[in-house]
């Protein structure tokens, strides 16, 4: 079962409203999607290290959702396991002043990582867009007139463009990107919230101002609607997953991430012919090295055990 049928073609026409929060449609059987979720893992582990090595192409994930919707947990779970020398967890929060003060996509950029490396974004420049736009304050920005004259529509639209631009640049320059969106129900959405305030050790991710975001679900859905489909494009695809049952969400993105990762067609690096030619000699000497280590362990063991002289008692004074 495979999650192709999750991909928001770049026609701009899916109203990602309508979409299944839930596996339903699937008739997905949870034992065997659990079984083959632990599967794709072990694959994952043997392609990422085949692709840290071969360092031809970088790889971004880009994951967005609604409050509540399992994003970090998502994240943890996926790519536990994965060498963390090569794959790299970034959470995009409210920008600071210091960011605020550049453009929009000079913190995303500085995060960009290296060819051969994965970088999950936990939320992304897409904040930029949907939550900029749904809580309406791109007018508070401190930029010039020429560019906060536009209509809210013009403003976004040309974001949308710019984003397009950034990732097809990306593409170009061996990057693949990928683009998931978590999507849950309301009730779903409701239901984590209260979990996070009667489970004592999920207090800490609870905020007053959450139920401020929860009352905006639809105009966030509706945002997100309009915005994944101007920048679901074919070298940087949007995914929109259901989210409301997490052991299914987490198997269709070990799907997403194989299905990358095989189109990179990532190869172990050859050694330079000068190596190679030094690979006999190599042999040689570590052979002769370990047969050395082996013969010494062996008069070890041949050796009887010293024994222990008998301590002299000192005589006590009468």
Known sequence: MKADKYIIKEDGKTDIRKLPTDSKSDKADKEEIIAKYEENKRELIALQDKFYADAREGLIVVIQALDASGKDSSIKYVFSGMNPQGVKVHYFKAPSSDELAHDYLWRIHQNIPR????AVFNRSHYEDIVTVQAEDIWKNYHMSDRVLDDTKKKFFDKRCEQVNNFEKYLYENSY????IF???SKEEQTGQLLERIELPEKNWKFRADDLKVRDKYDAYLKCFNDVINKTSTNEAPWYVLPGDQRWYTRYLITEILLDVLHDCKPEYPALPPEEEEKLPECRRILEEAMAEYESGSSEKK????KKKAASKKKKRKE
């Open 115 to 118: 060819r051969g490396e994965i």
């Open 182 to 184: 978590l999507h849950v």
């Open 176 to 179: 693949r990107i990928v683009k």
């Open 302 to 305: 041949k050796q009887p055990p």
